[in-house]
């Protein structure tokens, strides 16, 4: 079964210091990871995913199979970041729907 | 492109009534997916769509929800009777299938309250 869990419900950090939300996942497969998110009044998005390789907003995930873990990371928060964060899983086939964590949500302190 | 376009965007109810809540997905988009959101259990997949067809409705609650895509440009999701538990955020979702699954293109959600 596929599961996703993002053990923080809240996090709070200071304009400036660097962020981590952590997500380990549950998958006898090759899983595809996501990360989404929902800023304040807008619609649930996609943040960036494992198979990119890519950094979004300053953002960067590495897959780790050895530790089943996709933690977000940014060295520097900024305010503009608060927001709902969603880790997600697909398996490899791409025809399986997404499954989500219960989501962090990131307070950036000025 | 308006992007996925739910309505209503907040329904109050009592319980008991019929809620039917709905969702047109992006032009083109041949996924159609249908989410739940609560504060407890976060986003559960109720239900979705390929190509009009039912795919998987194992995450619908019970038998009083149910979900309909009567063409590639609608789809209905419905609840009778309603029940207080049933007070969430539902989330309509499409995206292009094949290599693109995986990016989900959301709306902005239907906020159902029942008394």
Same mark, same amino acid.
């Given at each position: ?28 497969? !090759? ?10 009044r ?26 089943? !873990? ?36 990131? !307070?950036?302190?000025? | ?13 009592e ?6 809540l ?12 249908? /989410? ?11 239900? /979705? ?6 795919i998987d ?33 539902y ?25």
């Amino acid at each position: 079964a596929q599961r996703v869990t993002q053990p923080e419900k809240l996090l709070s950090v200071f304009k400036g210091a660097p962020v981590e939300l952590k997500c380990n996942y549950s998958y006898s497969g !090759s899983p595809e990871l996501f990360w989404y998110v929902q800023y304040s009044r807008q619609r649930l998005q996609l943040l960036l995913r494992h198979i990119s390789r890519e950094s979004i907003k300053g953002f960067t995930a590495d897959l780790n199979k050895g530790e089943t !873990s996709f933690h977000l990371k940014k060295p520097f928060a900024q305010e503009e970041d608060s927001a709902m964060y969603y880790c997600a899983l697909s398996g490899h086939s791409g025809n399986t729907p997404l499954v989500f964590g219960k989501g962090t949500r990131l !307070s950036v302190i000025a | 492109d308006a992007g996925v376009i739910q309505s209503p965007r907040h329904e109050v109810t009592e319980m008991g009534q019929e809620v039917t809540l709905r969702c047109k997905p992006i032009s083109g988009h041949n996924s159609l997916f249908w /989410y739940r959101q609560t504060m407890m259990r976060g986003l559960e997949l109720l239900i /979705y769509f390929n190509n009009n067809v039912p795919i998987d409705d194992s995450g619908m609650p019970e038998d009083r929800f149910s979900a309909k895509m009567p063409n590639a440009s609608f789809s209905t999701l419905k609840i009778q009777p309603s029940e207080p538990r049933d007070s969430a955020v539902y989330f309509c979702a499409s995206s292009p299938g094949g290599e693109a699954t995986g990016e989900l293109f959301f709306g902005e959600g239907s906020r159902l309250t029942v008394l």
